[in-house]
């Protein structure tokens, strides 16, 4: 079981930055791929970025490359999303998500535990 807690989400002008965390219980994290989802109000959850169980593979939606960076410390149980030059399309609740697997996952269906999800609202 893992419990996954998400902070650091706000309201910020286009082109600000944001950091999200989202901290793991447990002891066996390192032992989780890891994933930033989103969700907007109407459309469908999507993943945004993904990293793998060491940090040394991750993946991007094409909207946030070069924009927003996933990392993660196993020895504090966190995982990071910074976003930065933010736009007013990246406004959505956004998730972590965690899937006991060597392999990063791509979408919803492959994650087993989420967070509750934390608000980012970019203002034009």
């Known amino acids: 079981q893992v419990r996954l807690v998400e902070s650091g989400g706000g309201l910020v002008q286009a082109g600000g930055s944001l950091r999200l965390s989202c901290a793991a219980s447990g002891r066996t994290f390192s032992s989780y791929a890891m994933g930033w989802f989103r969700q907007a109000p109407g459309k469908e959850r999507e993943v945004v970025a993904a990293i793998s169980r060491s940090g040394r593979n991750t993946y991007y939606i094409d909207s946030v490359k070069g924009r927003f960076t996933i990392s993660r410390d196993n020895a504090k149980n966190t995982v990071y999303l910074q976003m930065n030059s933010l736009k007013p399309e990246d406004t959505a609740v956004y998730y972590c998500?965690?899937?006991?697997?060597?392999?990063?996952?791509?979408?919803?269906?492959?994650?087993?535990?989420w967070g509750q999800g934390t608000q980012v609202t970019v203002s034009s």
């Open positions: 998500a965690a899937r006991h697997s060597w392999q990063l996952g791509f979408s919803s269906n492959e994650y087993e535990y």
